[in-house]
């Protein structure tokens, strides 16, 4: 995705064309990383940069380094790492360390060159222009005000300027830039901006209006807001009440802060929409993560439970014989698969919501928390925190520099979560580190900070993944054959859910495709092309999750449109003769996407080479 947004270096104000519109000065890039999406600085996010700049760099002089407005942009390949734009460029990188506990700050490009000249604070002066990458001794700096420790440090030479990291014994030149003279524009601050933003936002609401009245007045739709109480599902809330639409849904998954709820309903109120409390039963998450362990980024059932599920369930009471497009906040800056799915599309869950629209998908940060400024709408206090994102306050995809903040205004429950996971990690014999650090947030597909992470503490991921798929006991693929042997036989039910999946049966024999297989008790084996092969063992372990772990949620009797599925007690029962195997039961149900998940992660890391890999 290419960054739309630019700034003006003369008036120091955010510009989204090639000059700027007050002074037809050229606009320049922000040079920062992608999603290329700052955010205002809170006032405890400026407190905190004050603090390292003077515990870290050394300056005490915050003036001159921090012109506003001040902005953070959020590196979501990365952990817990901001970079701070100041006077319409990166400043600095901030970083939490996770196994440290601390952070770290890295002066920017022109910042690192203006400590550094005018020795704000620690800075080096190298007696040559040494190139990135470099590995010099003490012996290269021939002056400047260096710290004790370990620390990034500005340094100025004859032509360049830059960044060191120090060590004990060396010194490392982290990034150079050419000497040239620094200014930085007057500040602004924010107000400034959002008032400069107004126009834009104003077009952007038509457009959004414009998308909800070609997309969500459909005949046959109900179109209704899904509303979080985060930024971006107020503002969409805002225009679709404008618009006409002025009914929505949220959720109560008994994880969300106290503050969240209570601003959803005062704030739905304000704004004039009929907002419906939908409320989650807290038991199915329990019977869940009690057997299968906590939702993750690569294995997020609890949004089928705690959201979808009632939802579904809501909607079917309320309108059952109407399709619903849910209108949601979701921008394409927040991720590519958000992007790509534009402003109207068919919904890939099954229930009563069949497609989703993003009214405000091209909306920057920025523009959003311009227009809640504009229209005088209160800000969800938990921004105020320092928080990125507003849903569960465990939620996995949040970082670890968030979950230090709820640790400390949200204790009682903060501490609540972490002692839940650490029972689950010592009923199956887990190592602590594994919630300590924040890795839990991953059931396999873990990034390359969290590997680094792990072998800084000493954690072995492999052996983690393998006490987390207890529901296997042994998988083996080959290229033509394939094995996989389960805890327990495969329950009466088993056949019938195959069945549906559009795998045929007959007595222990069972195909699919090219592939053919049979059943032996609790061990499959199974014959065919390889890439079949692995589709084939994903519908497996699907049917063997909802035949032998059901919890009886009935999410797949809410979505079984031909009325095949029913329930003897616990029992899952299956009518062929009704079934149309569009196999909406197995998409819905939480244990089938936990099990298909958990047969990729044994795929992926119980082999001797996948760690080293």
Request: net charge positive; proline share 5%; charged share 25%.
């Amino acid at each position: 995705m290419k960054p739309e947004l630019k700034w003006c270096r003369r008036c120091n104000l955010p510009v989204f064309t090639s000059y700027c519109p007050s002074c037809r000065e050229k606009s320049l890039p922000l040079n920062i990383s992608p999603p290329y999406d700052p955010r205002p600085a809170v006032q405890g996010d400026v407190e905190l940069i004050k603090k390292l700049l003077k515990e870290k760099l050394g300056v005490k002089d915050y003036g001159k380094v921090l012109v506003e407005p001040i902005l953070l942009n959020r590196i979501y390949h990365l952990d817990s790492v901001d970079e701070v734009v100041v006077g319409g460029e990166r400043g600095f990188v901030l970083e939490y360390d996770c196994v440290e506990r601390d952070f770290i700050i890295k002066p920017w490009g022109s910042v690192a060159g203006l400590i550094a000249e005018e020795k704000l604070g620690y800075y080096a002066e190298l007696k040559d222009d040494y190139p990135k990458g470099s590995c010099l001794s003490r012996a290269d700096i021939i002056g400047g005000n260096l710290p004790e420790g370990e620390a990034y440090v500005p340094f100025v030479a004859e032509k360049t300027f830059g960044v060191l990291y120090l060590t004990a014994d060396k010194v490392f030149v982290e990034e150079t830039w050419a000497r040239e003279s620094i200014e930085f524009p007057e500040k602004r601050n924010i107000a400034e901006i959002f008032e400069y933003l107004s126009s834009r936002v104003e077009s952007l609401k038509e457009k959004a209006i414009k998308i909800i009245e070609k997309y969500c007045f459909k005949g046959g739709l109900k179109p209704i807001v899904n509303f979080s109480g985060g930024k971006d599902s107020t503002v969409t809330l805002s225009i679709a009440c404008e618009a006409g639409i002025c009914e929505a849904v949220t959720s109560n998954t008994g994880l969300e802060f106290a503050e969240s709820l209570e601003y959803s309903r005062r704030i739905g109120a304000k704004i004039g929409a009929e907002v419906h409390e939908v409320v989650a039963d807290w038991s199915l998450f329990e019977k869940i993560f009690r057997r299968h362990g906590p939702p993750a980024r690569d294995n997020r059932w609890c949004t089928l439970v705690l959201k979808i599920l009632p939802l579904n369930e809501f909607l079917a009471k309320k309108y059952p014989l109407t399709d619903v497009v849910s209108i949601t906040g979701q921008r394409k800056y927040e991720s590519p698969k958000r992007a790509r799915a534009g402003y109207f599309a068919k919904s890939s869950t099954p229930g009563r919501v069949k497609y989703i629209a993003s009214p405000i998908l091209d909306w920057t940060t920025l523009d959003v928390y311009a227009y809640l400024y504009l229209n005088k709408i209160e800000v969800n206090p938990l921004y105020s925190r320092g928080l990125v994102r507003i849903g569960c306050f465990m939620c996995p995809t949040m970082h670890s520099v968030d979950f230090k903040k709820i640790e400390e205004f949200y204790r009682e429950r903060y501490i609540w979560w972490v002692n839940k996971l650490k029972k689950y990690c010592r009923e199956k014999n887990i190592d602590l580190k594994w919630v300590d650090y924040g890795l839990w947030r991953w059931l396999y597909k873990y990034p390359p900070h969290a590997w680094q992470t792990a072998r800084r503490i000493g954690l072995n991921l492999t052996k983690v993944a393998e006490k987390n798929i207890k529901e296997i006991a042994a998988l083996i693929v080959s290229e033509k054959t394939a094995a996989i042997v389960f805890r327990s036989k495969p329950s009466s039910s088993f056949k019938n859910i195959l069945t549906v999946l559009k795998v045929k049966t007959k007595g222990n024999m069972i195909s699919y495709r090219k592939c053919s297989g049979v059943l032996a008790g609790s061990k499959i084996e199974l014959r065919g092309p390889q890439k079949e092969l692995l589709e084939f063992l994903k519908k497996i372990a699907q049917a063997y999750g909802m035949a032998n772990y059901c919890i009886a949620c009935k999410a797949c009797v809410q979505v079984c449109y031909s009325k095949s599925i029913s329930f003897r007690g616990r029992s899952l029962l299956i009518d062929l003769s009704k079934c149309s195997t569009c196999g909406n039961c197995a998409r819905i149900c939480p244990i089938a996407g936990i099990l298909e998940r958990k047969t990729e992660a044994y795929l992926k890391h119980l082999k001797p080479t996948v760690e080293s890999s």
